[in-house]
């Protein structure tokens, strides 16, 4: 039988075939290429492409990840929405360095942003709890993300509650939702290649302009 070592040993990756990336003729700002290696993501057909890993640090210095939705993108930064109750909520109150990173292995793509989250207005976040859907806007509003749970009966329970409430009211916003930005002083984007000539792409912000320089692989 075959070990684990093996297994993971004769598990693929990188495999391909990849679409080619032209690092020499690309835009001027990481957000423009970010949407265009979106769109590629989306005729490949990656799944979940707007899913990404969120890294915070807490406050020992210690890092913390996990995936989140993408919910806008625009010239100022990458935008996600959590409770600034939860976990990463209060690693943010206290240091709002982040790194989020994307990985799309039907095209070999991993993309990596370095940046500081801020918090969006309250209206602005408002829109995004009421754009959710309903389970979601009641979990958010029980409002116990990340705490412990005593069995899952009493998560049932509490949903049962906040579902009655939400048909009841169907604009309560939960106030701690937050909508944040991540406005980011550099963007890396990688391209795999089957022969392991992967190119690397890096963006990085001087004095409000952004530059770009290659990396070894
Ligand atoms: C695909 C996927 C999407 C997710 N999207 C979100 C999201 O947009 N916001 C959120 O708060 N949690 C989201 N989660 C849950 C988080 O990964 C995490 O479990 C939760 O936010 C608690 O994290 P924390 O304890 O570090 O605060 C998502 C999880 C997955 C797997």
């Known amino acids: 039988m075959e070990t684990i070592r093996e297994v993971l040993k004769n598990s693929k990756t990188l495999q391909g075939p990849f679409p080619e990336f032209h690092s020499e003729q690309v835009s001027d700002t990481p957000q423009e290429l970010f949407l265009i290696w979106y769109q590629m993501a989306l005729e490949y057909g990656v799944p979940e492409p707007h899913a990404m890993t969120l890294s915070t640090v807490d406050e020992a210095g210690f890092p913390d990840a996990r995936i989140l939705i993408l919910k806008d993108i625009d010239q100022s930064g990458w935008y996600f929405s959590s409770s600034s109750m939860s976990e990463k909520g209060k690693q943010l109150a206290n240091n709002p360095h982040v790194a989020i990173t994307f990985y799309w292995s039907a095209i070999g793509r991993q993309i990596r942003i370095r940046g500081q989250a801020s918090i969006m207005g309250k209206e602005l976040s408002a829109r995004d709890f009421l754009n ?5 806007r009641a979990l958010a509003l029980i409002g116990k993300q990340s705490s412990v749970l005593k069995d899952h009966q009493e998560l049932d329970e509490a949903l049962v509650d906040k579902l009655l409430e939400i048909e009841q009211n169907p604009n309560t916003v939960n106030p701690n939702w937050t909508l944040y930005r991540v406005e980011a ?7 795999a290649n089957e022969e392991r000539k992967h190119i690397r792409l890096k963006y990085y912000k001087d004095r409000e302009k952004w530059l770009k320089q290659l990396l070894w692989c």
Request: charged share 40%.
């Open 185 to 191: 002083k550099e963007v890396e984007f990688w391209q």
């Open 132 to 136: 959710r859907g309903k389970v979601a």
